[in-house]
């Protein structure tokens, strides 16, 4: 059974940056697409952005457009999302998620089978 382990998660500055990591310890993640969904309290999960088992980047949010970039390292078996110029709007615990099969899009999270516990992120002063 795979798992799904996000970290990196913590309290940074508006204006500041954190990078998330998602592993899969024991599997294979580029054989995986790979997507990043947040929830902030009191709101549903949001889609942020995805990479296809080749590589293929799709941003789900405008919100994040341009400042969060997610990645996968495949020599480290990791992927990231790379969150810069954050603001308190996208204070979440962010989580990982990952399926084997994407049908269509992957910017919904009833595509993905497996997920990790998430990582909080707080954007305060």
């Known amino acids: 059974q795979l798992k799904v382990v996000e970290s990196g998660g913590g309290l940074v500055q508006p204006g500041g940056s954190l990078r998330l990591s998602c592993t899969a310890p024991?599997?294979?993640?580029?054989?995986?697409?790979i997507g990043w969904f947040r929830q902030a309290p009191g709101l549903e999960r949001e889609a942020v952005s995805y990479?296809?088992?080749?590589?293929?980047?799709?941003t789900c949010s405008d919100s994040v457009k341009d400042r969060f970039t997610i990645s996968r390292d495949d020599a480290q078996n990791t992927a990231y999302l790379q969150m810069n110029n954050l603001n308190p709007e996208d204070t979440a615990v962010y989580y990982c998620?990952?399926?084997?099969?994407?049908?269509?899009?992957?910017?919904?999270?009833?595509?993905?089978?497996?997920w990790g516990q998430g990582t909080p992120v707080t954007v305060s002063s």
């Open positions: 998620a990952a399926t084997d099969f994407l049908r269509r899009t992957g910017c919904t999270s009833r595509a993905y089978s497996y």
């Open positions: 990479i296809s088992k080749s590589g293929g980047i799709t």
């Open positions: 024991g599997f294979t993640l580029n054989l995986y697409v």
